[in-house]
């Protein structure tokens, strides 16, 4: 399974919107309404901030939104905050396995 | 809320053997499909395998880069995962987390994560 394609580095000025792209194949994101994505800071644990393609957990600001097409899954960040500077992961279901990303740095200019 | 802590990380020469533990609590272990997934240093997640709930079936599931070498087991009655490495190689290396899916019988993503146990592989 390889896996799931982000770009390497995203950036924007604060407030500005960032979109990052997760594509994968017609056997994991395509497939499943179950891609993922992780908030990971420097030297912390994952944190999860969309599953089921679109869904946010309790807790999570809604500035952050996902949606899905075809083989590729997105995630936005609206209105881009110094705090939202970390890695992102999404990740997919793929049958008997999890495929992630290689995962996007996010730098607030 | 739902805790897991992991233990057992350290140093394993080449060809060698590690077994990883993760112990959990405020949730209902035993009815949680739970795995283990990997972080090389500087590097991205990598999934690394899955056990399903012994009310499933307990059946487990691997990646490819580590099927026929790890062991994922659980023992309900501690509330703890195992991870068993055998044959150890220097590009398992990597802080290891256990995660799992607080709602059940199912693991659509990973909402709790222990903080890691690193793992390095060098003669």
């Known amino acids: 399974q390889s896996a799931l394609t982000q770009p390497a580095s995203v950036s924007g000025s604060p407030g500005q919107p960032i979109t990052i792209s997760c594509t994968g194949t017609?056997?994991?994101?395509?497939?499943?309404?179950?891609v993922s994505w992780y908030q990971q800071h420097p030297g912390k644990v994952p944190k999860l901030i969309i599953y089921?393609?679109?869904k946010r957990p309790s807790g999570v600001s809604d500035r952050f939104s996902g949606s899905k097409s075809g083989n590729t899954a997105s995630l936005t960040i609206s209105g881009l905050q110094a705090e939202d500077e970390a890695d992102y992961y999404c990740c997919s279901y793929a049958g008997f396995s999890y495929v992630f990303g290689a995962g996007t740095k996010v730098t607030v200019l | 809320e739902v805790q897991l802590v992991e233990s057992g990380g350290g140093l394993a020469k080449p060809g060698g053997s590690l077994r990883l533990s993760c112990a959990a609590s405020?949730?209902?272990?035993?009815?949680?499909?739970m795995s283990w997934v990997r972080q090389a240093p500087g590097k991205g997640l990598e999934w690394v395998g899955r056990i399903k709930s012994n009310t499933d079936g307990g059946t487990t599931d691997y990646a490819a880069p580590v099927k026929g070498r790890f062991t994922i087991s659980r023992d309900d009655s501690r509330n703890t995962l195992y991870l068993q490495m055998n044959s150890l190689k220097t590009e398992d290396t990597a802080v290891y987390y256990c995660?799992?899916?607080?709602?059940?019988?199912?693991?659509?993503?990973?909402?709790?994560w222990g903080q890691g146990t690193l793992v390095t592989v060098s003669s």
């Open positions: 995660a799992m899916y607080s709602g059940g019988n199912w693991l659509p993503h990973f909402d709790y």
């Open positions: 017609s056997s994991d994101v395509g497939n499943y309404n179950l």
């Open positions: 089921e393609v679109n």
């Open positions: 405020g949730s209902t272990f035993s009815n949680a499909w």
